[in-house]
């Protein structure tokens, strides 16, 4: 090798170490085209003539019927097929947010029309679910036997009960997401659709006064969902929020002294987040009053609203890693609050860094944190860094979002995905034949889910692309939902737009099709389960234990989720371990299959001192025996 070769070499190597993944220039408008898209593959009901995702047909057809209410259509929101209240509306909130804010430049993209048809495939199933003043229908299904099997939502035989909160068995939380979800949509239609807008609006109205003044958390009277969607945070903060969308959809003077005069009291003014998602609302409820107060709109609240104003800044700061608590950072640059479907809460922050860099460029004002100021476009090119990463500017060259890029995840945990379409070959799916057939099946899905923005990689960038780790590889139409706005937002630029002025969304119409909605199941982001203890063989610097975390009951015979934890208890690196299990009887999630033992699941190599993980396993029995039976320690 000459002396040229040998320098240009070295200049590459340090290339390398320097920028250790290429940055690509994204098409926003192709991501926001297929981010839209992908609502469409998670359709229940009645499918339409303009259905564009050809492979789903329909199904749920018989939902709500044992209850003598019409629950057909809506959203399933991740890979299975139960229709979750919460989530479906803070959803349909967000989408709703996406088109307030970003409405204009979704137009000039021509996605305007979907996006609205896109909420409106939502609001109507949430009128459906909303029958009378004070009943609302917060789940269909239940995500125990849901969970169970793994069919095609056209082949579904669990389980299809509907549950309701009433005066008698409240749900302030479930009553205040979906009050904010129909008042921001009635500013979506006010234009296009006044009669639906004003029809919206109704319904936003009783549910307000409906959570108010029937208090409870609805995972209290739905128990079945706090598996799955528990309301960790209660329900002063979906009061705030949705007083927050009431005065923005009505600018009714009431609504904004309820944020007023609650603030305190509902915590508003106090709790000082670094999340934002389906079950913790106060930073968007934050933010809204920051824009009000930016609007010059606060009156005699301006004390209150000033002090919502600083924890909306406090979140800020705490995404730029500027405040005196910041969010957690992968080596990649990616925010990480948790391993189960963490590109949830980064595609929401992202979005309250956008609209909220477009308040400060319109009021004129910057950001002060702890670690310093920040001006407006360092709002947004940080959450510009987010959505590039999401679309492979990251270690791994991956995008996960599902059909962008060469390189994206191909075996998703979704039924509808990864079983050949209905149209295709019209067998049967068997609740445990899908299991038998497709889901262990080491194959691309046969269905593209164009669009869906995966649960993403673990805190070091890890991310293992197989349908058994759901965790990663499970998208969510909650993932989604803020995406629409970022994306609209970075591909039609800012043009000159007050984003604290009137909302006036061009005239667009949405794409003709049926009316339908709803929800869709999901296994939420880290639960808290009781537990019941199960016994397990450690092994000296091995720690297992064992623990019940569910149990149904399906014809006659009773079914238990076991969760399992291993625990490096050592001072050293865990490698090379090999667990013997015996005495099992169904599917195992979350391990490698190793000859007759099982190993580490493929996307973790070694385990840190200290550090534990953690799989799940189902069957109609006692606990299996599991024991180490080798391992390395480095």
């Known amino acids: 090798m000459d002396k040229f070769q040998k320098k240009s070499t070295l200049f590459l190597y340090v290339l390398l170490l320097w920028f250790p993944f290429a940055f690509a220039s994204h098409d926003y408008g192709q991501a926001l085209s297929k981010s839209i898209l992908f609502f469409e593959a998670q359709r229940s009901g009645y499918l339409p003539n303009t259905q564009r995702v050809k492979w789903r047909a329909n199904s749920g057809l018989q939902d709500g019927k044992t209850s003598g209410v019409d629950l057909v259509g809506g959203y399933y929101d991740a890979g299975d097929n139960v229709k979750f209240g919460l989530p479906m509306a803070f959803t349909i909130t967000m989408m709703s947010w996406s088109i307030v804010e970003y409405g204009q430049q979704m137009?000039?993209?021509?996605?305007?029309?979907?996006?609205?048809?896109?909420?409106?495939?939502?609001?109507?199933?949430?009128?459906?679910?909303?029958?009378?003043?004070?009943?609302?229908?917060?789940?269909?299904?239940?995500?125990?036997?849901?969970?169970?099997?793994?069919?095609?939502?056209?082949?579904?035989?669990?389980?299809?009960?509907?549950?309701?909160?009433?005066?008698?068995?409240?749900?302030?939380?479930l009553a205040g997401e979906t009050a904010a979800a129909m008042a921001a949509a009635s500013i979506v239609f006010r234009r296009h659709n006044p009669a639906y807008s004003n029809q919206l609006l109704s319904h936003a109205k009783q549910l307000f006064y409906f959570a108010d003044k029937y208090r409870g958390k609805y995972d209290s009277s739905i128990r079945v969902a706090q598996k799955y969607y528990g309301s960790y945070s209660g329900y002063?903060?979906?009061?705030?929020?949705?007083?927050?969308?009431?005065?923005?959809?009505?600018?009714?003077?009431?609504?904004?002294?309820?944020?007023?005069?609650?603030?305190?009291s509902l915590?508003?003014?106090?709790?000082?987040?670094?999340?934002?998602?389906?079950?913790?609302?106060?930073?968007?409820?934050?933010?809204?009053?920051?824009?009000?107060?930016?609007?010059?709109?606060?009156?005699?609240?301006?004390?209150?609203?000033?002090?919502?104003?600083?924890?909306?800044?406090?979140?800020?700061?705490?995404?730029?890693?500027?405040?005196?608590?910041?969010?957690?950072?992968?080596?990649?640059?990616?925010?990480?609050?948790?391993?189960?479907?963490?590109?949830?809460?980064?595609?929401?922050?992202?979005?309250?860094l956008s609209v909220y860099s477009d308040y400060l460029t319109s009021a004129g004002k910057s950001l002060k944190c702890a670690g310093g100021t920040a001006s407006p476009s360092e709002l947004l090119n940080f959450a510009k860094s987010q959505v590039d990463y999401i679309l492979g500017d990251n270690p791994r060259a991956t995008s996960y979002m599902v059909g962008y890029g060469s390189n994206y995840p191909q075996q998703v945990h979704h039924r509808a995905s990864s079983i050949v379409s209905i149209k295709v070959n019209p067998s049967f799916v068997s609740c445990r034949g899908g299991y038998a057939?497709?889901?262990?099946?080491?194959?691309?899905?046969p269905n593209l889910l164009t669009g869906a923005v995966v649960g993403g990689p673990d805190a070091y960038d890890n991310f293992a692309d197989e349908r058994d780790n759901y965790e990663q590889t499970e998208p969510a139409t909650y993932?989604?939902?803020?995406?629409?706005?970022?994306?609209?937002?970075?591909?039609?630029?800012?043009?000159?737009?007050?984003?604290?002025?009137?909302?006036?969304?061009?005239?667009?119409?949405?794409?003709?099709?049926?009316?339908?909605?709803?929800?869709?199941?999901?296994?939420?982001?880290?639960?808290?389960?009781?537990?019941?203890?199960?016994?397990?063989?450690?092994?000296?610097?091995?720690?297992?234990?064992?623990?019940?975390?569910?149990?149904?009951?399906?014809?006659?015979?009773?079914y238990y989720r076991y969760s399992t934890t291993v625990t490096n208890k050592s001072t050293k690196t865990l490698k090379n371990l090999q667990l013997s299990i015996s005495k099992l009887y169904g599917p195992i999630w979350g391990l490698t299959k190793i000859s007759g033992s099982y190993g580490l699941p493929a996307w973790v190599n070694s385990l840190p001192a200290g550090k534990s993980i953690e799989f799940v396993y189902i069957h109609s029995a006692s606990p299996a025996d599991i024991s180490v039976s080798a391992y390395s320690l480095a």
């Open 107 to 173: 137009a000039q993209s021509g996605e305007l029309g979907h996006a609205m048809e896109a909420v409106k495939w939502g609001t109507d199933y949430l009128i459906k679910a909303h029958p009378e003043p004070n009943v609302l229908y917060g789940e269909v299904g239940d995500g125990n036997t849901d969970h169970y099997c793994w069919q095609r939502p056209e082949d579904m035989t669990t389980d299809r009960r509907a549950y309701r909160i009433d005066p008698n068995n409240p749900g302030s939380d």
């Open 437 to 445: 057939t497709w889901y262990g099946r080491k194959a691309s899905d």
């Open 267 to 352: 915590g508003g003014t106090g709790w000082a987040m670094t999340e934002f998602g389906w079950d913790v609302k106060y930073a968007g409820a934050q933010v809204l009053a920051a824009k009000f107060l930016m609007q010059g709109k606060a009156g005699t609240h301006s004390t209150v609203f000033e002090k919502y104003q600083q924890k909306a800044e406090y979140f800020m700061c705490s995404c730029l890693g500027k405040g005196s608590r910041n969010v957690h950072r992968t080596p990649g640059g990616l925010l990480f609050r948790q391993r189960w479907n963490n590109l949830q809460f980064v595609t929401s922050s992202s979005f309250l």
């Open 236 to 264: 002063a903060d979906e009061l705030l929020w949705a007083a927050g969308w009431m005065y923005q959809a009505t600018n009714e003077q009431y609504y904004l002294n309820y944020l007023g005069n609650n603030g305190d």
């Open 479 to 558: 993932n989604n939902a803020p995406l629409l706005g970022l994306l609209a937002r970075l591909h039609g630029g800012h043009s000159g737009y007050n984003q604290l002025l009137p909302v006036t969304l061009p005239v667009s119409k949405p794409v003709v099709s049926q009316p339908t909605p709803a929800p869709r199941p999901k296994m939420t982001p880290m639960p808290k389960h009781n537990s019941t203890p199960a016994p397990a063989k450690s092994s000296a610097p091995i720690s297992i234990t064992q623990k019940v975390t569910a149990s149904w009951v399906s014809k006659g015979r009773t």
